[in-house]
């Protein structure tokens, strides 16, 4: 029988897709999008580090710093969308962490086995393992259909996503253990906060596509 959470998760999802296929078509979807997005990151960050013990000036340069990083993030996503080809680049590198996450999830519940690391209980190798997979067959699907040519550094990019979208989800993880906190907020219903589904592509998206630029621009 499926759990109150998992169906929350699932709707949340369902809706989560839709509004993607709405972004990807119009641009001030993205707009708005992106603000709420940045918005909710922030509130939702600096609650979260208001439960952590350490020096308060600590806190306002590691406040001030990620606002800084998610502004330029969310700035040049959205400059960069304006052009088609570069729009469509970006967005494989939103659904290669969407797969990671999902094969994560996917994975780690069907197969269970060791745990990764102490910093998240819930994370097992063969989810780790499920999230290189799964992202690198999206990233492989994706462009084998741009490029005539589909290049092995396609898959090594793939799997470098995943690695540091795997590394962002446990960073925040990391926080959230150190603020004795569940989950960052409550606004998307079965998934938590803006920064519980989106951690792992703020660090995921950048470097997967300063790879691919280096490689192939």
Known sequence: MISLNLK??????????????????????????????????IIEFSNLFKNIKIHKTYKFLINIFFILYLFTFLSLFF????????????????????????GGYMFGKIFKGPKLTKISPNKTISGAIGSILLSSFVMYFIFSSILSKLEYKILIIGILTSVFCQLGDLLFSYLKRKAKMKDTG????????????????????????????????
């Open 8 to 41: 929350k998760r699932i709707i949340t999802s369902l809706i989560l897709l839709s509004l993607c296929l709405l972004i990807i078509r119009f641009n001030f979807f993205l707009l708005y999008s992106l603000i709420i997005i940045g918005v909710f990151s």
């Open 186 to 217: 409550n606004f998307l219903p079965g998934h938590g906060g803006v920064l519980d589904r989106f951690d792992g592509m703020f660090l995921g998206i950048p470097i997967g596509f300063t790879i691919f630029s280096i490689i192939f621009i």
């Open 79 to 102: 400059i960069l969308s304006n052009f088609i080809e570069l729009k469509i680049i970006l967005f494989s590198f939103v659904f290669c962490c969407v797969a990671s996450d999902l």
